[in-house]
């Protein structure tokens, strides 16, 4: 088993930076996928970013630029940086791991709300 514990939520004012983290611990091997998705109340959960084993990142179109999704292989640590902060930012943001060999298993953080209010 895999457990993931969110930290670095909180408020921000627009324009304002936070960055989020992610700590994995337990049965950590074959990682494939690690990324963030949100979900504000009433939404749909949203893809924000994604960064694969090989180095890939994909991110949501409207937080290019501003978001950077990163990892600390050592700390079994993925993050998230979050710059240029919008109101429509504001969400509860979720990490998610991939892992597996013979089979794919995927697991979730507890979530962490980042609110962005002036």
């Known amino acids: 088993q895999v457990q993931l514990v969110e930290s670095g939520g909180g408020l921000a004012q627009p324009g304002g930076s936070l960055r989020l983290s992610c700590a994995a611990s337990?049965?950590?091997?074959?990682?494939?996928?690690m990324g963030w998705y949100r979900q504000a109340p009433g939404k749909q959960r949203d893809l924000v970013a994604t960064?694969?084993?090989?180095?890939?990142?994909n991110y949501l179109d409207s937080v290019k630029g501003r978001f950077t999704i990163s990892r600390d292989n050592a700390k079994n640590t993925v993050y998230l940086q979050m710059n240029s902060l919008k109101p429509e930012d504001t969400a509860v943001y979720y990490c998610?791991?991939?892992?597996?060999?013979?089979?794919?298993?995927?697991?979730w953080g507890q979530g962490t709300q980042v609110t962005v209010s002036s």
């Open positions: 998610k791991v991939i892992v597996g060999t013979t089979s794919l298993r995927q697991y």
């Open positions: 337990g049965s950590i091997f074959s990682i494939h996928v």
């Open positions: 960064l694969t084993s090989g180095g890939s990142t």
